[in-house]
């Protein structure tokens, strides 16, 4: 979006952000490890140690520097429920520890012991008849992530928790757009996972795929980060941006954690694919957030519409034009807002908002980062030249 520095005109049709306490998540400098919104710590004043300290204050140091650097952080968010309490979800800000420690069938188990607690089985009731998926717990107070294609069209959805209790599920709301959905439980004090950083992913990385047996037993597959922005396209479907990995995904795992090397979760997983490829595929856990976050506010997701039809530009004519890829724009519908701007079938589109346009997927993931009513800019290829144009976005008709 071009931004200007002389007015209020860039203010219109902008939707805030939502108020951190009506967030799923909290971007670290809103929350310190000490859960104070980012305050940092009172200095402690040293003073000289006696002949013989006692042990006890050197125990509480240690344990209270340990529990600090343990990875997650604890942050406090509004509550989705009547009860006014306040709620925990965790997001890790540690780095990624190196892919070896998902080589080590101890550690394997120790990360399956842990992550699993936050791992739910749901039983799914549709028109069609049962099955079986699995979510995620990202909130104590009883929010879970899952597959929207699992349980977008469900009747009736129970949640067998990791310590076998069965509560009652109801949808809030699903995205079939990009498999997200969110459902929420009554029950309280649960485990949360750990919500790590998919853009910090790397192609070869290690990662873990976890689900639940028939009898609730928890259940894992590992692997590697085989590629990431990678569009995932079933009959008349597309999902776009996805996360593939080569971690067998069984098809009663859909919606459950995909996992970096430190248990964190990097991606929430999809059967969408089915048996078409050895290869599994998950939505990116930063898409899963910003998307739930509109689910529990609203209950559905609004997208912006730029009215064209496009195509990966293919490599001969990148290389002809002279840039690495682009999408390439084969229809403009009549009255659109590509229409209203200018835009042509045979154009170029290599830019969306600041965001570099190397492909469709770029284009899709661009433009799901803006709202309708906003302007934003265009850069486009015609004719071997550069033309820029501003696009005020509708909503999708």
Known sequence: MSEDDDGEDDD????????????????????????????????????PAPARPAVWPIALAAGFVGAVLCGGVLALTGN????????????????????????????????????????????????????SACG???????????????????????VVLADGREVVGELVGADLLSDVAVVSI??????????????????????????TTRDGGSAVSTGVISSLGERLDVGDETLHGMIKTDAPIEASWSGGPLVDATGSVVGITT???????????????????????????????SYGWLGIEGDDLSEVQAELIGIGGGAEVLRVLAG?????????????????????????SDLVLALRAHKPGEVVNVGY?????????????????
């Open 12 to 47: 219109v049709g902008r939707v805030p952000p939502l108020p951190p306490d009506d967030r799923l998540w909290r971007h670290p400098s809103e929350v310190s490890s000490f859960g104070h919104g980012g305050m940092s710590p009172p200095a402690v004043a040293m003073t």
């Open 80 to 131: 989705l429920s009547v009860d006014p309490d306040r709620v925990v979800e965790r997001v890790k800000v540690s780095p990624p520890v190196a892919a070896p420690a998902l080589t080590d069938g101890e550690t394997v188990d120790a990360i399956t012991a842990r992550v699993s607690r936050s791992v739910v089985r749901l039983l799914i009731t549709t028109a069609e008849g049962t099955s």
């Open 136 to 158: 995620v717990v990202v909130r104590d107070d009883g929010v879970v992530v899952t597959s929207a294609h699992e349980v977008s069209d469900a009747t009736s959805i129970v």
């Open 186 to 211: 009554h029950a309280r004090a649960l485990t949360v996972a750990v919500l790590g950083s998919s853009d910090d992913l790397e192609t070869g990385a290690a990662a873990a795929a976890l689900g």
């Open 271 to 301: 059967d969408l694919a089915g048996d078409r490829t050895r290869f599994g595929f998950a939505t990116p856990i930063e898409l899963v957030r910003r998307l739930a976050d509109e689910l529990l506010a609203h209950g559905n997701v």
């Open 336 to 360: 659109s807002p590509a229409a209203r701007a200018g835009l042509d079938s045979g154009d170029v589109i290599t830019e969306l908002g600041g965001a570099r346009i190397r492909s469709s």
């Open 381 to 397: 290829w015609r004719s071997g030249r550069h033309h820029d144009a501003e696009v005020l976005i509708d909503p999708v008709p």
